[in-house]
């Protein structure tokens, strides 16, 4: 069922095929997507197809710098007519939340943000309450701006469980966009949910049931401790680091119709799971090396699990 | 370690001279003709070799015009400029390692890449080779693993030449700078290995020398030249003035130098254990002591790499491989598809039983046949 969603979204945007399986594959490790790109590569366009397909409630913020955490979260209100102060649920209290720009946002909305990704709770005024299942942040953010943005730290940056660079279209898949513009936002806008949310939650539960064969953990252990050990990092691979891997590649055979984990899964979402969490060396970095260079370059090195 | 050794061999050999003064003077005159034309300076120079700049003190004029020809290039052109220093470079180094480190520029990529013996080395230079992708960290990254087995003693002097021998080529050939810097270092190489050879040779022949003055402990006639024999390759090697010393003492000082070797050598020597052991396990592992359908598959993958040529890495996975080799083996690809999948099922999805194994032991006898009718 899940496998209609990505050939249907695929079918709609262009050469975003990789990014709407990865979404996928986050919601269904119960994690959290950033992408990142620079403007105009249809961020918001791919969020907002895999939530229109989905037949879960879908919200949207647009992070500006004077957005407060309440208005994320929500507040107690006086209600005149009764007299009493009464909870008014913010844009949080949803199932996919699109935060598009979450850079924009201050540091103190976007922990207020990042904590309720992370607790899957929200506590307003002493009151806790937890977030409805399925719950999960696609947040946009365009790497290139410097002015009037609060970069997230790596500490937060942690909090995604994968993040996916959205780049530019190829171009024959440019002249593609190019010719169905008008199509492809009509079709957006005409989109119909394919899945319930009882599905969902059903594929959720089959995804963490995915089989992982002993010597895969040790596959992944050995990539996430030479993030560590390689000369262009910094900071490598957390245990964090290590989960994400596994949930995310057990979330991939899902989609790809497996019930058990392969070596591809594990090298298809060590990238996006890894690149990051890890920060380069400044020389490196100066060099122009990027991490995602440098996890492909780890994963070209380590050996798979044999025989 | 030689350093260490060649210390602690010289504190010895000085107290031992020191114990034997009659016997040294009476045996000298013996040697005097071996070292004609040679700056000898004794035992403390001989063994405090770490530069060129050092052997060219002990050497004959010969051999110091090729040194200081080697000291003056900074390429590879430059050294074999000149025909008469680049023989006598290539003499001594051919004596010590065996393979002609300098002319390895005649060899082609494939014989280049046949002498190196360390696996991951050779497995990133070729995927570097295929993806053609030159990037400063990928060189990073190559030339500090060819370091760091270098000096860990995973990788032969002859194999890491070769290494920096393609890696260069390849360089020059995307027109790359740092082909430069790769064959500067090369130069270098080529003097290290000269400094280790001649003092390795320094060191044998001392050796060599105890050995013999202890066989012949009752005579002390030794003449440097019967000691040493005549079927030895004679090349341009700097030679050295032993002093005599008592067969008791000597027997001690061969122990003692024995016993330092094996300490200072003993993680060299735990490494070639740990990998002749790894090899031999790893041979058990692949072809004997597996399951049948992981070594069919293993099997499977050998034929199809002598078929289509291409190599499946230590990280390549099963997958990978089958989609490299896709269109390029002909009436082999649809058996050994069948028993990929085979082995993904077995190994991952943890399926097995008599009907998994005899449709993968199908898919076996099926390539087989298929690889009997290509080759006929």
């Known amino acids: 069922m899940i496998a209609k969603v990505v050939e249907k979204a695929s079918s709609i945007l262009v050469e975003r095929d990789n990014e709407i399986k990865l979404m996928l594959a986050s919601l269904l490790a119960r994690g959290h997507i950033l992408l990142e790109g620079v403007p105009g590569v249809a961020k918001t366009y791919t969020a907002k197809t895999v939530a229109s397909l989905l037949s879960l409630s879908f919200k949207r913020i647009q992070m500006t710098p004077d957005l407060l955490p309440s208005d994320v979260t929500g507040g107690f209100v006086y209600d005149q007519r009764t007299g009493e102060f009464k909870l008014r649920k913010g844009p949080i209290f949803t199932n996919i939340l699109l935060v598009d720009e979450i850079n924009r946002a201050s540091p103190r909305t976007q922990s207020a943000l990042l904590e309720a990704m992370q607790e899957r709770q929200v506590t307003i005024e002493g009151v806790t309450m937890p977030l409805e299942e399925p719950f999960m942040v696609i947040a946009t953010q365009n790497p290139i701006e410097f002015e009037g943005v609060f970069p997230l730290p790596e500490a937060q940056l942690d909090r995604f469980i994968a993040r996916v660079p959205v780049g530019y279209p190829s171009t024959k898949g440019f002249i593609e966009i190019l010719r169905r513009a008008d199509e492809i936002e009509e079709a957006i806008a005409n989109l119909t949910p394919m899945v319930s949310r009882e599905d969902v939650l059903n594929a959720i539960k089959e995804a963490s049931r995915v089989r992982v064969e002993d010597s895969l953990y040790e596959y992944i252990a050995r990539i996430v401790e030479e993030s560590r050990r390689h000369p262009a990092v910094k900071l490598g691979g957390s245990p964090r680091a290590g989960i994400a891997i596994v949930r995310l590649a057990k979330a991939w055979a899902y989609i790809e119709g497996r019930g058990y984990v392969i070596p591809d899964d594990v090298k298809a979402v060590a990238i996006p799971a890894l690149a990051h969490r890890i920060i380069l060396n400044p020389e490196y970095e100066v060099e122009g090396v990027k991490p995602e260079a440098v996890i492909k370059e780890i994963l070209g090195k380590v050996p798979v699990p044999r025989p | 370690m030689l350093r260490a050794f060649a210390v602690s061999l010289l504190l010895l050999l000085s107290m031992a001279s020191a114990a034997s003064a009659p016997i040294a003077s009476s045996s000298q005159l013996n040697v005097a003709d071996v070292l004609e034309n040679r700056h000898t300076p004794g035992f403390p120079g001989i063994l405090n070799i770490t530069s060129i700049d050092d052997l060219l003190s002990v050497s004959s004029p010969d051999v110091r015009k090729a040194l200081e020809k080697l000291l003056q290039c900074d390429t590879l052109e430059c050294i074999e400029g000149d025909e008469f220093s680049a023989n006598i470079l290539k003499s001594i180094l051919y004596n010590s390692t065996g393979v002609d480190i300098i002319g390895l520029r005649a060899l082609s990529d494939s014989q280049l890449l046949d002498m190196i013996d360390d696996t991951s080395i050779r497995g990133l230079l070729e995927s570097l080779n295929r993806s053609g992708n030159l990037g400063p960290l990928e060189i990073d990254r190559l030339v500090n693993e060819l370091e760091s087995a270098r000096s860990r003693g995973s990788i032969s002097p ?217 080759s006929s």
Do not use: C
């Not at chain 2, 030794?222 to 030895?232: A, L, T, V």
């Not at chain 2, 010393?245 to 060299?268: D, E, G, K, W, Y």
């Not at chain 2, 499946?312 to 058996?335: C, N, Q, W, Y």
């Open chain 2, 158 to 374: 002859q194999a890491y030449m070769a290494a920096l021998e393609l890696l260069r080529r390849m360089l020059e050939r995307s027109g790359n700078p740092q082909g430069e810097v790769i064959e500067r270092r090369q130069v270098e190489a080529i003097r290290e290995a000269l400094v280790e050879a001649s003092r390795r040779g320094l060191l044998s022949e001392l050796l060599e020398r105890i050995s013999g003055l202890y066989r012949e402990s009752q005579g002390w006639s030794s003449s440097f030249n019967s000691q040493r024999g005549g079927s030895k390759v004679e090349s341009p090697r700097v030679r050295f003035e032993l002093p005599s010393v008592s067969p008791s003492i000597l027997m001690l000082i061969l122990l003692a130098s024995l016993a330092i070797i094996t300490l200072f050598s003993s993680q060299r020597l735990g490494a070639l254990i740990a990998s002749i052991v790894r090899r031999r396990e790893g041979e058990e592992v692949e072809f004997r002591d597996i399951p049948l359908i992981p070594g069919l598959y293993w099997s499977g993958v050998r034929l199809i790499e002598r078929v289509s040529g291409a190599r499946m890495d230590a990280s390549t996975t099963h997958r990978e491989f089958l989609a490299r080799i896709e269109g390029k083996v002909g009436e082999l690809e649809r058996p050994f598809k069948g028993l990929t999948l085979s082995y993904e099922l077995y190994r991952y999805a943890g399926l097995s039983g008599r009907g998994v194994e005899e449709q993968a032991l199908r898919y076996y006898e099926d390539l087989e046949r298929a690889s009997r009718v290509r």
